[in-house]
């Protein structure tokens, strides 16, 4: 088709936005046949920093790079876009308690639920990657009732690229060789990556590692630890793989998964496996046709379901704060 396919992307100031906007704009989220226009949303005093990042999008003379807007009003910049990717949010400040957090990251997602809700076309997908990213999700999507639900999702494609690649590096095998991997719950500490149903060359991986210890004592945590690993070592917070994921999400949504594999996205629960309904939740999903579902089926052991369970209730109080808060 040669409309273009309009891709809004929040925050695009930012270090994610540096890597994010030059891979949309190359195709790798749509492909190379597809026309790309990309509506850039920041704060006003971030407005002159994209324009210089605008500037080297134009340098690159992208074949698939239809056009590219930017503005901080996001009724503007958000008319008509088929996927947004809200990556901008505030970060935690030193003494920045999790209700101050909540409180600010809900002055940005309410309003932008708002404005998708009026002007994004009618197939928008929304994608939230700024943190607490499931619970933005969750206030975007509660101030968009005409959206459907199952149209907001947040990101745990980079927990999940993390744990699949964590498993290959012990095995010694390629990535290519991982699958059905998923990250239950809250993109945050909490989360749980799962080796009980993942696959390694079509065996199961928890039987194929065979060691408990590591599996609970070294994989858990430095999948759910990777983050404050990445900014110990770069002094900044991750940035390429978190686009590369957020690529990874918004392409599989259209896409689709192949068969015999799926991925993990935290998308509305509709109560599956005990998780409270209406929480934005990361489940295993596959994806036909642009529409996720869950996996259904999994059986669910007491140390799974006591990770799953941890996770679900941190959500839960999320869920509670945002609510007192008026949010939601
Ligand atoms: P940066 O601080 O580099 O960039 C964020 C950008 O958002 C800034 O340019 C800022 O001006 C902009 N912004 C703030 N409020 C805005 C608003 N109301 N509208 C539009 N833009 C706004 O952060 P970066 O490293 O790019 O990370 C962005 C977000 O991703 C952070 O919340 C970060 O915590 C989160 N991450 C999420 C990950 C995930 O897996 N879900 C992993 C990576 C990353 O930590």
Redesign the pocket.
């Known amino acids: 088709s040669t409309t273009p396919v309009k891709v809004a992307v929040?925050?695009?100031?930012?270090?994610?936005?540096y890597s994010l906007l030059f891979r949309i704009a190359s195709g790798a989220l749509l492909g190379p046949d597809t026309p790309v226009e990309l509506r850039l949303?920041?704060?006003t005093?971030?407005l002159k920093?994209l324009e210089g990042v605008v500037m080297e999008l134009d340098d690159c003379a992208f074949p698939t790079l239809a056009g590219v807007q930017i503005g901080?009003d996001?009724t503007k910049v958000f008319d008509g876009v088929n996927l947004a990717l809200l990556?901008?949010?505030?970060?935690r400040g030193p003494g920045m308690e999790r209700g101050d957090l909540l409180e600010a990251n809900g002055g940005?997602f309410a309003p932008?639920g708002k404005a998708l809700n009026e002007v994004a076309a009618d197939d928008i997908k929304v994608t939230v990657?700024?943190?607490p990213?499931n619970t933005n999700a969750l206030i975007a999507m509660s101030n968009a009732p005409d959206i459907p639900t199952e149209r907001f999702s947040?990101?745990?494609?980079?927990?999940h690229n993390r744990a699949i690649s964590q498993l290959a590096a012990k095995l010694g095998v390629p990535v290519t060789e991982i699958k059905k991997m998923t990250i239950w719950g809250n993109?945050s500490a909490t989360q749980y990556p799962d080796l009980f149903h993942a696959e390694v060359s079509g065996k199961n991986a928890a039987e194929t590692v065979g060691d408990q210890d590591w599996l609970a004592g070294t994989f858990i945590p430095t999948v759910a630890k990777r983050?404050a690993a990445i900014i110990e070592a770069r002094g900044?917070?991750?940035?390429a793989s978190?686009a590369s994921?957020t690529i990874d999400h918004a392409r599989t949504w259209v896409q689709g998964t192949p068969d015999g594999d799926w991925v993990s996205m935290a998308v509305r629960s509709d109560g599956s496996y005990g998780v409270q309904e209406g929480l934005i939740s990361s489940f295993p999903v596959t994806v036909k046709d642009g529409q996720w579902s869950i996996v259904q089926g999994l059986e669910i052991d007491d140390f799974s379901r006591g990770k799953i369970d941890a996770s679900v209730a941190e959500l839960a109080e999320e869920r509670d704060a945002v609510k007192g808060l008026g949010l939601i």
């Open positions: 929040t925050g695009a100031a930012g270090q994610i936005g949303l920041e704060i005093p971030a920093a901080d996001a990556v901008g949010a505030r970060p940005i932008q990657t700024g943190n990213a947040a990101l745990t494609r980079l927990d993109h983050g900044a917070s991750s940035a978190a994921a």
